[in-house]
């Protein structure tokens, strides 16, 4: 029996919203997960508007490099670990791919006890069981919905972090300070300055949403019988570049924005109140109760929910689409889970690792640090790979990379590779 090509693909056609925005907008909107969220709560409550330069000096090497984790996915066809496996040794494979999956399930982990501590803090009741409640939802829904539709749900879920934009106009911010700390930032060479600006680098660059964009590309040429990997179809190149550029750098723009105001939120309440300690993004929303009131802090705790719902898919998807690509299985949030069983089972079995780790007597903030350790190790080489990537004509064809972008994209390696250095320095003396 001759099977046709959308037997392996869940139906119907896709709507007309992901036309407006796709893989950029989620993956900046998944970078503000509740790990995030405790890093920048932490930056503010510590320092203040003094780190909110760090998300200005961001903004263009984060998009800079979704941009070209993007063109990956849509000149070649094939993720960045499809191009590893075809282009570069095994062993350098293996080794990224090992690390990724191993950060993203902590990262998994820490996610879903944030989210867990949030809905009680809101609603009461044993934080465990909203836990194992959030992952298997998480599961279900991005095995068994058909992508467009779950593609759809994920853009929706970006609306969460309006919560933020929403908190900071609540409680109240002095724009003139902020605009003079971030033309005059007060730098230091104090250890915990240096760890927090370690942090927030880490947090926007980090290598599970290189891994994301790129296959999310792949994804949405395959489901386009009008597409074609662009080294097939130059004629192509120009709308599609195009395209990703304004969905990358509105949808970075909107995760650096967010990770501002909450920096600022935390800065004008908690800092300004001596609550300087913040460990996590459940315990941000319960520091703010007191002090900025019940809706502040109801809005705060939403957004850890809704960013959560956001970032998990994210965190393993990417695991599975590496893994994956890596092993040569079928791999595709538009397949069907019978044709896809191993990408489908890495998934379902990240989440339910990410989720056991809340039941162990393991510390989920030493386990953010490993994680935070384990990415940036990871960063490094595949940053440096995808530069070196980008510049082959047998693997770009005549899309290699343009100055500017390189330039850009360099300079967040040099930057991701000195910040590693430092936190190695500074854990040490």
């Not at 409680?171 to 104090?190: M, Y």
């Given at each position: 029996?001759?099977?046709?090509?959308?037997?392996?693909?869940?139906?119907?056609?896709?709507?007309?919203?992901?036309?407006?925005?796709?893989?950029?907008?989620?993956?900046?909107?998944?970078?503000?997960?509740?790990?995030?969220?405790?890093?920048?709560?932490?930056?503010?409550?510590?320092?203040?508007?003094?780190?909110?330069?760090?998300?200005?000096?961001?903004?263009?090497?984060?998009?800079?490099?979704?941009?070209?984790?993007?063109?990956?996915?849509?000149?070649?066809?094939?993720?960045?670990?499809?191009?590893?496996?075809?282009?570069?040794?095994?062993?350098?494979?293996?080794?990224?791919?090992?690390?990724?999956?191993?950060?993203?399930?902590?990262?998994?982990?820490?996610?879903?006890?944030?989210?867990?501590?949030?809905?009680?803090?809101?609603?009461?009741?044993?934080?465990?069981?909203?836990?194992?409640?959030?992952?298997v939802i998480s599961c279900l829904l991005e095995i068994f919905v058909r992508y467009s539709r779950y593609v759809s749900v994920l853009k929706y879920l970006t609306l969460a972090v309006l919560s933020y934009v929403v908190t900071v106009f609540v409680v109240g911010v002095p724009w003139g300070d902020v605009l003079r700390a971030i033309v005059l930032p007060p730098l230091s060479f104090d250890k915990n300055y240096i760890l927090i600006v370690v942090g927030v680098?880490?947090?926007?660059?980090?290598?599970?949403?290189?891994?994301?964009?790129?296959?999310?590309?792949?994804?949405?040429?395959?489901?386009?019988?009008?597409?074609?990997?662009?080294?097939?179809?130059?004629?192509?190149?120009?709308?599609?570049?195009?395209?990703?550029?304004?969905?990358?750098?509105?949808?970075?723009?909107?995760?650096?924005?967010?990770?501002?105001?909450?920096?600022?939120?935390?800065?004008?309440?908690?800092?300004?109140?001596?609550?300087?300690?913040?460990?996590?993004?459940?315990?941000?929303?319960?520091?703010?109760?007191?002090?900025?009131?019940?809706?502040?802090?109801?809005?705060?705790?939403?957004?850890?929910?809704?960013?959560?719902?956001?970032?998990?898919?994210?965190?393993?998807?990417?695991?599975?689409?590496?893994?994956?690509?890596?092993?040569?299985?079928?791999?595709?949030?538009?397949?069907?889970?019978?044709?896809?069983?191993?990408?489908?089972?890495?998934?379902?079995?990240?989440?339910?690792?990410?989720?056991?780790?809340?039941?162990?007597?393991?510390?989920?903030?030493?386990?953010?640090?490993?994680?935070?350790?384990?990415?940036?190790?990871?960063?490094?080489?595949?940053?440096?790979?995808?530069?070196?990537?980008?510049?082959?004509?047998?693997?770009?064809?005549?899309?290699?990379?343009?100055?500017?972008?390189?330039?850009?994209?360099?300079?967040?390696?040099?930057?991701?590779?000195?910040?590693?250095?430092?936190?190695?320095?500074?854990?040490?003396?």
């Amino acid at each position: 029996m001759i099977r046709s090509k959308t037997d392996d693909v869940k139906q119907p056609e896709r709507p007309r919203l992901r036309d407006i925005m796709g893989p950029g907008l989620i993956t900046g909107a998944s970078d503000d997960d509740p790990s995030g969220i405790g890093t920048y709560s932490q930056a503010g409550a510590q320092f203040g508007f003094g780190l909110a330069w760090t998300l200005i000096i961001t903004y263009p090497l984060m998009a800079a490099v979704q941009e070209i984790s993007a063109r990956i996915g849509r000149v070649t066809g094939r993720g960045i670990a499809g191009n590893l496996k075809t282009y570069y040794p095994a062993w350098l494979l293996n080794v990224i791919v090992g690390l990724l999956v191993i950060a993203n399930i902590i990262n998994i982990g820490a996610d879903l006890g944030a989210m867990g501590s949030a809905l009680q803090l809101l609603i009461g009741g044993p934080a465990l069981l909203y836990v194992a409640g959030f992952a298997v939802i998480s599961c279900l829904l991005e095995i068994f919905v058909r992508y467009s539709r779950y593609v759809s749900v994920l853009k929706y879920l970006t609306l969460a972090v309006l919560s933020y934009v929403v908190t900071v106009f609540v409680v109240g911010v002095p724009w003139g300070d902020v605009l003079r700390a971030i033309v005059l930032p007060p730098l230091s060479f104090d250890k915990n300055y240096i760890l927090i600006v370690v942090g927030v680098l880490g947090t926007t660059i980090s290598p599970y949403l290189f891994f994301w964009q790129a296959e999310e590309e792949v994804e949405e040429e395959q489901e386009n019988p009008k597409k074609a990997p662009l080294v097939e179809q130059p004629k192509q190149a120009r709308n599609e570049f195009y395209r990703i550029r304004l969905d990358t750098y509105v949808g970075m723009g909107l995760s650096n924005l967010v990770a501002l105001f909450i920096m600022l939120t935390t800065a004008v309440t908690l800092g300004a109140h001596g609550v300087t300690n913040i460990q996590s993004s459940s315990q941000a929303a319960e520091a703010l109760r007191p002090i900025a009131g019940p809706f502040a802090f109801a809005l705060f705790a939403c957004g850890i929910i809704g960013t959560g719902l956001l970032a998990l898919p994210v965190l393993a998807g990417s695991a599975a689409y590496a893994l994956g690509e890596a092993r040569r299985w079928p791999v595709g949030l538009a397949k069907k889970a019978g044709r896809a069983k191993a990408f489908y089972g890495t998934i379902a079995v990240a989440t339910l690792i990410g989720c056991a780790m809340n039941f162990t007597p393991i510390d989920p903030i030493q386990a953010l640090f490993v994680s935070a350790v384990i990415n940036g190790i990871v960063a490094g080489p595949v940053m440096v790979t995808m530069m070196l990537m980008t510049h082959r004509r047998d693997i770009m064809g005549g899309f290699t990379l343009p100055p500017v972008l390189t330039i850009l994209g360099w300079v967040a390696t040099g930057a991701m590779i000195l910040s590693i250095a430092a936190l190695a320095i500074v854990s040490f003396v």
